[in-house]
């Protein structure tokens, strides 16, 4: 395949990933997954797929290798955040390409990614059948809002069989991320009870109970050490709502809770200090809750993939780690936890942004990078 030419399907891929609404909510990933499966089953995948929701389908993609090391597994996510408030300057949903850049919806998080994946996968799966390990893609529905797609999959029994090691292509410019740190998500209520406004008096105002909620997680201790790769445990407070009218004693708020952790404390853990941190007036409901991921910078194959990356980035690599979660807190220990990268074309910094771009030169490096990484895993 000549270069332009490869450079032609990988744009044509990456456009036609971008022309597909698979924004979540609600998702509606349905066509985009069938889209990628029949593509995968054209290049000699065996394709599977499962929806934990109308419209909500992840796929699983397997060419098998011909002896018993466990297949390299690369995954990604279908599904992208919301377009956002501010006008896009470019169509979200064109794919529109200027000089380096190809914009759209997903574009960095993480089309572009899934498209180097099949590209990758495509160019190299007849050697696969022959080489000593196979492949396994996995593509889901539904990372955005808490991993449900992986997480369906992981309860499926054995719907994703063994992986000896995982490579999730979500947006870091290619650098080869090791792991990612844990996430809860709580809804904290307060209740109370209603009554006239020109009566407070009658009443008991939930709001006011959620205020003293706020200051308190103003002063949460965690308590525990920074992570070396991971950094420090964070408390956000993403969202408050409460209250019916002016004129009412408000008697239910409701507070949104994103708490980012490191090993050390479990999210169980957490859940209860956070209790009793709060007091037993206040219910505590767990929206979202997944763990951290963190692979020994030792392993042998981790150092490999930092060797190929290092040829490929041109500078020395270090160990670093995601502060946002990624599907690999379900899809690793899913697998029997092997070491794990998360390491994908888009920028970072474009993810969830108003115009997000992806360069398509690192499009193009990520194909080289993952069949570079099949070929070692695959023993081609
Ligand atoms: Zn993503």
Redesign the pocket.
Same mark, same amino acid.
């Given at each position: 395949m000549t270069l332009e030419a490869k450079n032609k399907d990988l744009l044509y891929l990456t456009r036609k990933l971008l022309s597909f609404n698979t924004i979540n909510p609600p998702g509606c990933e349905h066509d985009c997954a069938k889209y990628v499966g029949s593509v995968l089953e054209n290049g000699g995948f065996k394709v599977n797929y499962y929806q934990f929701a109308p419209g909500r389908t992840s796929l699983v993609a397997r060419i098998k290798g011909k002896n018993n090391t466990p297949p390299l597994c690369l995954a990604g996510?279908l599904d992208t955040v919301p377009l956002g408030a501010v006008p896009w300057s470019k169509d979200p949903l064109n794919g529109e390409i200027d000089g380096d850049k190809i914009y759209g919806r997903g574009s960095s998080?993480?089309k572009g990614g899934i498209s180097a994946i099949i590209t990758a996968a495509l160019g190299l799966s007849d050697k696969i059948k022959d080489g000593s390990a196979g492949l396994t893609l996995v593509i889901v529905a539904g =990372? =955005?809002t808490g991993c449900q797609g992986s997480s369906h999959l992981a309860g499926l029994g054995d719907v994703l069989g063994k992986a000896g090691a995982v490579v999730v292509g =979500?947006?870091t410019s290619n650098y080869p991320f090791i792991g990612n740190k844990a996430t809860l998500w709580i809804e904290a209520v307060t209740t109370g009870v209603a009554a006239h406004g020109s009566t407070p008096e009658l009443g008991i105002n939930a709001i006011h109970k959620a205020a003293e909620v706020v200051t308190k997680l103003r002063n949460f201790d965690f308590d525990v050490p920074a992570h070396p790769l991971l950094g420090k445990a964070t408390l956000n407070i993403g969202k408050i709502s409460g209250g019916l009218n002016f004129n009412s004693v408000p008697d239910k708020t409701s507070i949104g809770i994103d708490i980012r952790t490191i090993p050390g404390l479990t999210n169980s853990e957490i859940l209860k200090k956070l209790q009793s941190h709060l007091g037993r007036d206040v219910q505590l409901k767990r929206v979202m809750d997944v763990a951290e991921m963190i692979s020994d910078p030792k392993d042998d194959w981790i150092q490999q993939v930092f060797r190929i990356m290092e040829r490929f980035l041109k500078k020395r690599l270090r160990p670093r780690a995601l502060k946002g979660f990624?599907d690999a807190s379900i899809l690793t220990p899913a697998f029997g936890n092997p070491p794990t990268i998360i390491l994908g074309p888009g920028e970072p910094a474009m993810?969830h942004r108003t115009d997000e771009f992806c360069y398509i030169s690192k499009i193009e490096d990520a194909v080289d990078a993952y069949m570079e990484i099949i070929k070692t895993w695959c023993n081609l």
């Open positions: 996510h998080d993480m =990372e =955005e =979500e947006p990624t993810a």
